[in-house]
């Protein structure tokens, strides 16, 4: 059986903006952003599916009371700024063919 590797950068907000600016803004700056809950099994899942691929997605993990009030269903896919949805959005356009052009797109990996 083969070992993966996935990497979780932490990232921290500095006192000058607020944590939903800081987000807002990671989406548009970052080629695959994930928002989801700490421990997350679905996560899980999107990021080995996506480093399988040579994705590596910026993770954000909210804490339980942050996400009881985030008005996306968790976790959430961003890629190239907007949302692809959850683990089933994330399988759909992998099983359609659609992924890795988008990822591409992005440049969230090199042409594959």
């Known amino acids: 059986m083969q070992s993966l590797s996935l990497r979780c950068d932490p990232v921290h907000v500095d006192g000058h ?7 807002r803004r990671l989406i548009n700056e ?10 997350c ?3 899980h899942v ?5 480093s399988s691929i040579g994705a590596h997605p910026s993770v954000i993990e909210l804490e339980e009371a ?5 008005a996306a269903t968790l976790p959430a896919l961003f890629v190239g700024g ?7 959005g994330l399988v759909g356009l992998h099983l359609s ?3 890795v052009p988008r990822l591409v797109q992005a ?3 090199g042409s594959y």
């Open 30 to 39: 970052s080629p695959i952003v994930v928002l989801s809950r700490k421990g």
């Open 82 to 88: 907007k949302l692809v949805g959850g683990l089933e």
């Open 66 to 70: 942050e996400a009881s009030v985030a």
């Open 97 to 99: 063919g659609a992924l």
């Open 107 to 109: 440049g969230a990996i």
């Open 41 to 43: 099994f679905m996560c």
């Open 17 to 23: 903006e607020g944590a939903g600016d800081w987000i």
């Open 46 to 50: 999107m990021r080995h599916l996506l």
